[in-house]
């Protein structure tokens, strides 16, 4: 098999085309803080202990949380850095169709 593109295209041409670092930088930056909200919210308990009795082993209730929170943080990042790359799909498309 070839390894070479039709047109000289490299997958890093691609990646910046479509803004993905940047997407990257600021999916993060989202998931980041929405799971530092969620983990303080459960330290915190603004609104009082969750109710119920449950046990945690081995890390305990904090650090189950603090898990949870960090997929919260990722599966957040993941979704904005897919939503903004779509939308710079969509309008790169839409450049190219307007330049022809």
Do not use: H, Q
Not at 3 to 23: C, H, M, Q
Not at 40 to 62: A, K
Not at 76 to 97: F, K, P, Q, Y
């Amino acid at each position: 098999m070839s390894e070479k593109r039709p047109g000289g295209a490299s997958l890093s041409a691609f990646f910046t085309a479509l803004d993905v670092r940047r997407n990257a930088t600021i999916g993060g930056g989202v998931g980041l803080a929405v799971g530092i909200g969620a983990y303080l919210f459960r330290l915190l308990e603004p609104f009082g202990p969750f109710t119920g009795t449950r046990e945690y082993p081995v890390i305990g209730p904090e650090g189950w949380f603090l898990l949870l929170a960090v997929v919260l943080a990722v599966t957040c990042g993941m979704l904005v850095t897919i939503a903004l790359t779509v939308r710079s799909a969509v309008r790169r498309t839409r450049e190219l169709n307007d330049s022809e």
